[in-house]
């Protein structure tokens, strides 16, 4: 799993690329947020190198909150390209997020 702390890598980098990337929108004071972690790590040992994983802490970087209008958290988004291919706020389990990021991504290599 990465943090974005990579500071020559901003956010609209991270998101460009050709690799689809999870970014989970987050709040240290935030429960559900919390039930994520566990949930993300359990993605990325299942996908491996297939996806990136991001964490934004909304109140430590608000910019992208507010450009994609996040209003609650946890929110997930799946970019590519820098395209959202995918949202969802709330908590979701591994199985669903990976079903969902082969279905988007699957999507993509096929057009």
């Not at 799993?1 to 929108?25: C, H, Y």
């Not at 608000?62 to 706020?89: C, D, E, H």
Request: glycine share 4%; charged share 20%; net charge positive.
């Amino acid at each position: 799993m990465t943090q974005a702390t990579n500071k020559t890598e901003t956010f609209n980098d991270i998101i460009r690329g050709d690799k689809p990337v999870l970014v989970d929108f987050f709040a240290e004071w935030c429960q559900p947020c919390k039930m994520m972690k566990p949930i993300l790590a359990e993605l990325h040992e299942n996908m491996g190198d297939k996806i990136r994983i991001i964490k934004v802490d909304i109140d430590k970087s608000p910019v992208p909150s507010a450009v994609y209008n996040v209003t609650s958290v946890p929110t997930l988004m799946l970019f590519k390209n820098g395209n959202i291919l995918w949202r969802q706020p709330g908590v979701v389990p591994a199985a669903s997020l990976q079903k969902i990021i082969n279905h988007f991504t699957s999507l993509n290599n096929a057009t």
